[in-house]
């Protein structure tokens, strides 16, 4: 309920949820729960390649954010904090700003409590991958 709650609108689990950040149908093999917890607890100054945080001013002056997917000298392809895939050229825009912290959000005792936190990370535990022959409910 948790996940479904506070992370299924950016991470996706069994093929279900969204695409800003990172799937984690494997995290529970992939990551310790102290990791886990330093991630939701305070962030990441890291990324993975494909949620690098970017900013995309457009001429008119309105900045787009969301993650890069795609990068040469004359473009960058973004997904949008809507989750739409939108390109842009460089010559076209004021600046494209990389950010330099995860867009994941901080998840202090103020946004998740203690309780929480444990249920939310026995639960990531348990994610061990997802097997595409089993119906999901």
């Known amino acids: 309920k948790l996940f479904r709650t506070m992370c299924v609108a950016c991470h996706k689990v069994n093929g279900a949820g969204g695409r800003l950040g ?28 494909g949620f690098e945080p970017v900013t995309v001013t457009t001429a008119e002056g309105a900045p787009i954010q969301g993650v890069k997917k795609n990068e040469d000298l004359f473009s960058v392809q973004i997904m949008d904090t809507r ?13 494209v700003e990389n950010g330099k912290k995860s867009a994941m959000p901080v998840f202090g005792p103020d946004r998740l409590s203690d309780s929480d ?21």
């Not at 992939?30 to 890291?46: H, N």
């Not at 990531?124 to 409910?137: A, E, M």
């Open 22 to 49: 990172p799937d984690l149908s494997r995290i529970g093999t992939a990551r310790s729960r102290e990791v886990l917890l330093a991630r939701i607890r305070r962030g990441s100054e890291d990324f993975r390649a």
């Open 83 to 95: 989750e739409r895939i939108q390109g842009y050229e460089k010559d076209k825009v004021k600046a």
């Open 117 to 137: 936190l444990d249920d939310l990370l026995r639960y990531l535990q348990t994610l061990r991958g997802f097997d595409p022959t089993v119906k999901q409910q």
